[in-house]
């Protein structure tokens, strides 16, 4: 019925308008211009202020710190006074280090907008969310910690491999951190080193922002990387520093050993029974894994243990060797730089040195060796042991957080081929 109503009332409307538009009914109406209405209300807009201070008769002069500037030199030269910078250095002991402005971050100066005068403050930006304000008038000195609102969204995504994963994820509009991210969480169990053209990553992941823009590296929630029928996935489970990844079953991704020695890189010779020596020319077995990176790459502990040998030989250029455990040693050559010394305990994924080529080598690379039980194995084909699995009273908790969070990782696999992100 009221359908009819509408329909009805629309019939009488357009029949209106035609009638308006068809006869000219009225006398002519000349144009009149307009006047302003009397009676507004007036909405005032609220002052324009920076880093809190309202801007009202003051001007803002921005600035990027550059390399061997002072707190003191930077203030003397706005006219501020020395013993008002000293005032505000000592007022600000032990909550900023005056000595230390590090170059590339910006600052600013709110003065009087007349010419030559004093600042009234003083902004320096300690990071994208916090900065300091130095209240600079004479006798009245002090330092106040400003914060920027930090918002906290939860985006899902998926990427197929076409080639650099970083890559591939920045063209799918995530921050392409999240390919160092990925191959640190799946360290253990996704060897990055063989991962094909294809494969499927998908990551759930928060991401803190300060006005729009990203700040920090984001934070994995989930991941699952699909290469064939193999599916390997990931779930951040713990609190605070305890938190780490676990597959479906709610075991520990940490295993015993990283994968490689280095986080990005490639394989440049594999291990095998024999080979061309590249600087000898004669065929030898190759009981390691080179892996090429640029000179000066990190190179890290697979896994905690303690520095047997940090030395150095003809052939091995300066090495370090690392003993895990009774079972397993592996050991890194031709580094450029030996940052361990003998009988030092190591953690996993601690730096032991630099990517070289001393020694036997034809260019920069570390050859990877892996000991089990005093033979040479290559690691790549070993099975390792998993760290602790979930609690079993956490497992109900752990379960829920799984499902949901596989539903955005679901999801976003499901948006890969509309190319779209999933917003949570
Ligand atoms: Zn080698």
Aim: glycine share 10%.
């Amino acid at each position: 019925m009221k359908r009819w109503v509408q329909l009805g009332l629309l019939v009488l409307a357009g029949a209106l308008v035609f009638v308006f538009f068809s006869v000219d009914l009225g006398p002519r109406v000349e144009y009149v211009e307009e006047q302003p209405v009397e009676d507004t209300v007036v909405v005032p807009l609220p002052p324009p202020s920076a880093y809190g201070i309202i801007m009202d008769s003051l001007v803002l002069r921005e600035g990027t710190v550059k390399s061997g500037a002072s707190f003191g030199g930077l203030l003397g030269a706005e006219g501020v006074s020395a013993s008002v910078i000293e005032t505000l250095v000592s007022k600000a002991e032990g909550l900023f280090d005056a000595r230390k402005l590090r170059s590339g971050h910006p600052y600013a100066f709110i003065a009087p907008d007349r010419e030559g005068a004093t600042p009234h403050y003083f902004i320096y930006e300690a990071d994208p969310i916090q900065y300091f304000v130095f209240h600079l008038l004479p006798g009245n000195e002090y330092v106040t910690i400003g914060e920027r609102a930090v918002t906290v969204t939860q985006h899902a995504i998926a990427a197929t491999v076409t080639g650099a994963l970083y890559n591939d994820l920045a063209k799918a509009g995530a921050d392409p951190m999240l390919a160092v991210l990925l191959s640190e969480v799946f360290a253990w169990t996704v060897d990055f080193y063989r991962i094909q053209k294809g494969d499927v990553f998908s990551v759930a992941y928060a991401e803190r922002s300060v006005e729009g823009k990203r700040v920090g590296a984001p934070q994995i929630l989930a991941a699952r990387y699909i290469s064939g029928d193999k599916v390997k996935a990931a779930f951040r489970f713990g609190e605070g520093k305890e938190a780490t990844y676990f597959d479906d079953e709610g075991n520990s991704l940490r295993k015993a050993f990283l994968k490689a020695p280095l986080k990005f890189s490639r394989i440049s010779s594999g291990f095998s029974g024999k080979r061309l020596h590249p600087v000898q020319k004669v065929m030898k077995a190759h009981l390691g894994t080179d892996y090429a990176a640029p000179y000066g790459t990190p190179i890290l502990a697979v896994g905690d243990g303690v520095v047997e040998q940090a030395g150095r030989t003809g052939g091995n250029g300066n090495f370090v060797k690392i003993r895990h455990n009774g079972v397993y040693s592996t050991q890194y050559l031709h580094m450029r730089k030996v940052l361990v010394k003998q009988g030092q305990r190591v953690q996993q994924g601690d730096v032991i040195g630099e990517v070289g080529s001393t020694g036997l080598a034809t260019g920069p690379h570390v050859c990877f060796r892996f000991w089990k039980n005093g033979a040479q194995v290559d690691h790549r084909k070993e099975e390792f042991p998993s760290a602790e699995p979930i609690a079993q009273e956490l497992r109900p908790a752990f379960d829920a957080a799984r499902d949901s969070l596989s539903a955005q990782l679901d999801e976003a696999e499901l948006a890969l081929a509309a190319g779209r992100m999933v917003n949570f």
